[in-house]
């Protein structure tokens, strides 16, 4: 018997796993490898949408967790994962100059636009506008967390390597069991693999593709990571991520022609230098209609919860969103009624 049985280890399976352990709660986890998003992503967290230049939603909460989180996981795992990198963001005109500095005044962004305007002095890059730099930004290695934590739950055997089996799952009065595993509580964290989980797939997780391609650019030499038509990320060893796409019909995980040649095209309107393409890689972002997670207790069966649609900011708010899971599943806490899957339970009642 087991407190809770988690299926799926990306971050946000991750991110509960690791609020069990430090509450002292027993646990399994099933995960299989059908979906990527965490293993593929570029790992950015960074409080604004750089697009409009307006603080993404929650910022404030979710970064104050961010730190802490990842630097535990650094030290449980003896490993360097939250690298602390600016995110600067080439101006393409003096009219967004403009708008940058105006968005900077606003009391709600002070804290994480620089208002020094940031001139180019690297040959390789096309900024003749220069660039606004955004504060308190970082990567964090996602890969190297999804292979290290999985490595740690198999040493202490807590992990099968398995799809889950829904014809499996046994729903009693008390608790919940999976084959011979029995648990108090069974948590879904599949990203975009809830559309083939019945119990959930009334809610209306649509799935964004994206794509990232790794460079190898020698003569780049660039620390920053750089956003204009698409994001710069160093990773060392003069390799950089390109990325990312977003496409809304293809649901698979296969890398495409198409996105290769939009990524490359892109990246040649402000990269003069030159580079290989190394790799390309593609996964499922779990985004959502209304663009806010899916979190809570399903409507009917009370031993059973969600933790998903974390669509393109997944490293900001894994943190965020599972502890209030286990604050309202263990010490009666609430759920921020945005990401409460509650707000969704007319389609259920309606299936
Ligand atoms: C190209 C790209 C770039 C991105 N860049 C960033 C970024 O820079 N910053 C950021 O914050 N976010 C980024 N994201 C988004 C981020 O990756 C997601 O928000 C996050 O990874 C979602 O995590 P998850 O655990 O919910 O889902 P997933 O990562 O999809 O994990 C779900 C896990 O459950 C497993 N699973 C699914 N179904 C089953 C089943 N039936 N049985 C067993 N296991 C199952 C899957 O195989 C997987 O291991 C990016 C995404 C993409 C695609």
Redesign the pocket.
């Given at each position: 018997m087991v407190d809770y049985i988690i299926?799926?280890?990306?971050?946000?399976?991750?991110a509960f796993c690791e609020r069990l352990e430090q509450h002292g709660k027993t646990f399994v986890v099933?995960?299989?490898?059908?979906?990527?998003?965490?293993?593929?992503?570029?790992?950015?967290?960074n409080p604004v949408i750089l697009k409009r230049f307006s603080l993404a939603w929650k910022a404030d909460e979710q970064l104050k967790m961010v730190l802490p989180f990842y630097k535990a996981l650094e030290d449980k795992l003896g490993i360097s994962l939250d690298h602390k990198v600016p995110v600067l963001r080439i101006f393409a005109s003096v009219e967004e100059q403009n708008l940058w500095f105006e968005a900077a005044d606003k009391k709600k962004l002070q804290l994480y636009l620089s208002t020094k305007l940031l001139a180019n002095n690297n040959p390789c890059l096309n900024a003749p506008f220069g660039f606004g730099e955004v504060l308190h930004t970082g990567?964090v290695d996602?890969k190297q967390l999804?292979k290290a934590y999985s490595g740690y739950l198999s040493k202490k055997k807590l992990l099968f390597r398995?799809?889950?089996n829904f014809e499996d799952l046994k729903l009693g009065t008390n608790g919940v069991s999976y084959g011979a595993i029995n648990a108090k509580r069974i948590v879904f964290?599949?990203?975009?693999?809830l559309k083939?989980?019945g119990y959930f797939n009334y809610l209306p997780l649509n799935g964004t593709?994206?794509?990232?391609l790794t460079i190898n650019a020698p003569r780049l030499k660039e620390e920053s990571v750089i956003k204009s038509s698409v994001f710069i990320i160093p990773m060392g060893n003069d390799l950089y991520r390109i990325?990312?796409?977003y496409k809304w019909n293809d649901k698979s995980n296969e890398p495409t022609s198409e996105a290769r040649y939009e990524l490359q095209t892109k990246l040649d309107t402000f990269l003069n230098c030159d580079y290989k393409i190394l790799s390309h890689?593609?996964?499922?972002?779990?985004t959502v209609a209304d663009r806010r997670p899916l979190v809570g207790k399903h409507p009917v069966f009370n031993d059973m919860y969600l933790?998903?649609g974390?669509?393109?900011?997944?490293?900001?708010?894994?943190p965020y969103a599972s502890n209030q899971l286990f604050e309202y599943i263990e010490n009666g806490g609430t759920i921020d009624p945005e990401m409460n899957i509650s707000r969704y339970e007319k389609d259920y009642i309606k299936v």
């Open positions: 299926v799926g280890l990306g971050l946000a399976g991750i099933i995960n299989d490898d059908s979906q990527t998003s965490s293993t593929i992503a570029g790992g950015l967290y990567r996602t999804a398995e799809t889950f964290a599949t990203g975009f693999g083939s989980n593709k994206g794509e990232l990325g990312a796409t890689v593609a996964g499922i972002r779990p933790l998903n974390f669509g393109s900011r997944g490293v900001m708010i894994a």
